[in-house]
């Protein structure tokens, strides 16, 4: 079985992010790595550039996202945070079925600032880095995390330890994490950036033997140009869970 270690034996090895073929790629960019103003440049220039039907992860459909959300029990004042939420149409549709402590978090301004005029203080919002351990601090644990092609960014082990560790501190005891990324075996790049591809076992080395799988499978991603990006969804269940009678099943 491949693990993490393996993968960055490979990536440092490799100076560049090892794309070979260019059409795995979501965009024309060359690939390098970003941080810090930089990097917040570089999302806001991406949702600058293009309307938000024609990013290169666009979703219409959330048929993979509430197959694992379905499977999540809710109580009333439960919330959910949307990782790198971007300008989703998930928090509207969380609307619409009734949650109502809904966060979302991203680097960019441009999309933050472009989902508040869609819901202005329907929901609440955090402009910042989710590596930066002081990001969520306001924020309450959650009873679920939910990231949608935000961790494959994170190509440095020490970056992944970062956002490992800052969602073990705020996904409650009994609470759910929502993982899809790019798989091990799809795309090089998203955005012009090196990513790091999943397996539902590299997600679980991760998260460690507190988390349990739940459900996970694989799912092909139509981008709006017409090319398929293979995702690997997954949903684990924090351990040590208090049961309660007073589960209320919004989704
Ligand atoms: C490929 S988009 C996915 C957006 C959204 N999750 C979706 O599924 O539509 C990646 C998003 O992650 C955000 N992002 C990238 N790096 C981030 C970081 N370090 N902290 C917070 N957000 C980040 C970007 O601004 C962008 O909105």
């Not at 810090?36 to 996202?65: C, I, M, R, V």
Request: with cysteine.
């Amino acid at each position: 079985m491949i693990t993490s270690r393996d993968l960055n034996k490979k990536m440092e090895e490799n100076s560049s992010c090892g794309i070979e073929d260019p059409s795995k790629s979501c965009c024309n960019c060359s690939p390098k790595e970003a941080k810090g103003e930089e990097l917040k440049s570089h999302w806001d220039t991406a949702y600058q550039k293009k309307p938000e039907n024609q990013l290169g992860w666009f979703e219409q459909d959330f048929a993979p996202t509430l197959r694992l959300l379905d499977q999540c029990e809710f109580h009333p004042n439960d919330s959910i945070l949307l990782v790198g939420s971007g300008v989703s149409r998930l928090p509207d549709l969380l609307l619409k079925k009734g949650l109502s402590e809904i966060y979302v978090t991203d680097i960019s301004e441009i999309a933050i600032n472009e989902v508040k005029a869609r819901l202005g203080n329907q929901i609440q919002y955090k402009l910042g880095d989710i590596l930066d351990e002081k990001m969520l601090e306001e924020i309450p644990s959650v009873q679920v995390w939910f990231d949608r092609a935000v961790l494959h960014f994170f190509t440095d082990e020490k970056d992944r330890e970062v956002y490992f560790r800052q969602l073990k501190q705020k996904v409650k005891s009994g609470g759910y994490v929502i993982l899809a990324e790019f798989h091990l075996d799809g795309a090089k790049k998203c955005s012009g950036l090196p990513v790091f591809g999943y397996t539902e076992a590299l997600y679980q080395e991760q998260l460690g033997d507190e988390f349990k799988l739940l459900d996970s499978f694989d799912f092909d991603y139509i981008m709006p140009s017409g090319e398929k990006r293979p995702y690997v969804y997954a949903l684990y269940q924090r351990k040590n869970s208090g049961s309660s009678d007073s589960t209320l099943d919004i989704l």
